[in-house]
Structures are given as structure tokens and as C-alpha cells.
């Protein structure tokens, strides 16, 4: 497993911008398909982009494409979310997760998972 912890939630306007970051300790960052996932209030935690071990590929939710870029840095264990015209209905908390295997969008296929960071977006 694979100890994460989120940052960069926060309270925006509709249409702004957030960046989510995902820190991850240990030496094996690198060889792990990283996703972001979120929860709203009284919903199941839903998928939202994955990207591959070495950052070349990537998939999304379909309502967040072209809003949304997951990327990372694998000198830096970090993989972000670039949050562009948000809207009221992403509001929820966002969690990062590590798995060994690229593209999944299930949940319990994930190894390890963040605490989450809340993002609010007012309308």
C-alpha cells in the first residue's frame, strides 16, 4: 500500500479553478496507476480520472472532460487534478487512489486511498 494524502480543496465560484494535489510517501510511487475519485453528500463515491504508472495515459468521467487534467510527477510522488469551470455539481470530496494495474474505475479494485479533500463550488 501506499500512504496518500490530498490537498488544494476549497471553496470556489462557479467556473473557477481548483488544483488538487496527491502526496504519496515510499519509493514505489512510480510504478502505480493513480486515480481521483469523489463523494458527494448521500451519493456513492464516484470515479473521476485515472492515469497510468507513467503518466502517458489517461481516461475521465465524461462530464469532466476537457475541465478536468489529472497528471503527476513522479520526482515528486505527486499527482494533481487541474479543476477548470467548475460547477455546483462537483462539489463533494475529492480522494486519490493507487493501484497497480492501469484503468479502472471501480473503487474496490483500489489498494490505497487518501483521507480527501473537500471542494465546494457555489453557484
Known amino acids: 500500500q501506499v500512504p496518500l494524502v490530498e490537498s488544494g480543496g476549497g471553496l470556489v465560484q462557479a467556473g473557477g479553478s481548483l488544483r488538487l494535489s496527491c502526496a504519496a510517501s515510499g519509493r514505489t510511487f512510480s510504478s502505480y496507476a493513480m486515480a481521483w475519485f469523489r463523494q458527494a453528500p448521500g451519493k456513492e463515491r464516484e470515479f473521476v480520472a485515472v492515469?497510468?504508472?507513467?503518466?502517458?495515459?489517461?481516461y475521465y468521467k465524461d462530464s469532466v472532460k476537457g475541465r478536468f487534467t489529472i497528471s503527476r510527477d513522479n520526482a515528486k510522488n505527486t499527482v494533481y487534478l487541474q479543476m477548470n469551470n467548475l460547477k455546483p455539481e462537483d462539489t463533494a470530496v475529492y480522494y486519490c487512489?493507487?493501484?497497480?494495474?492501469?484503468?479502472?474505475?471501480?473503487?474496490?479494485?483500489?489498494?490505497?486511498w487518501g483521507v480527501g479533500t473537500q471542494v465546494t463550488v457555489s453557484s
Open positions: 487512489a493507487a493501484r497497480r494495474l492501469y484503468r479502472s474505475s471501480y473503487p474496490g479494485d483500489y489498494e490505497s
Open positions: 492515469i497510468n504508472y507513467s503518466g502517458v495515459l489517461t
